[in-house]
């Protein structure tokens, strides 16, 4: 079966860090592009970071300086090292699998998702 398994979420005050790491269970994510996407309660599911299957990456406006994605295909696992959050980034946390080489930020090319980690940033 083919899973994506998302871990390293929780709960961080302002200006603190995580990382996200997303690991690949029966495929190999080095022929995906890979995504992380992020919704909070009432508002839609936005796409915030991309990586290629080449490794190039691009962000959404509201994390671009902030986060930073990568990819390890030796461990078909891949991270969200997220820096400096805030408030605004509490949501639950997916990564997804897009069978295209450079992925997007739109969620409808995805094939495969994850369950979701949960991110809250409180003092």
């Known amino acids: 079966q083919l899973r994506l398994v998302e871990s390293g979420g929780g709960l961080v005050q302002p200006g603190e860090s995580l990382t996200l790491s997303c690991a690949g269970l029966?495929?190999?994510?080095?022929?995906?592009?890979m995504g992380w996407f992020r919704q909070a309660p009432g508002k839609e599911r936005e796409g915030i970071a991309v990586?290629?299957?080449?490794?190039?990456?691009n962000y959404d406006d509201s994390v671009k300086g902030r986060f930073t994605i990568s990819r390890d295909n030796a461990k078909n696992t891949v991270t969200l090292q997220m820096n400096s959050l805030n408030p605004g980034d509490t949501a639950t946390y997916y990564c997804?699998?897009?069978?295209?080489?450079?992925?997007?930020?739109?969620?409808?090319?995805?094939?495969?998702w994850g369950q979701g980690t949960q991110v809250t940033v409180s003092s």
């Open positions: 990586i290629s299957t080449s490794g190039r990456a």
């Open positions: 029966g495929f190999t994510l080095e022929y995906f592009a």
């Open positions: 997804a699998a897009d069978g295209t080489p450079d992925g997007s930020l739109q969620d409808y090319p995805y094939d495969y």
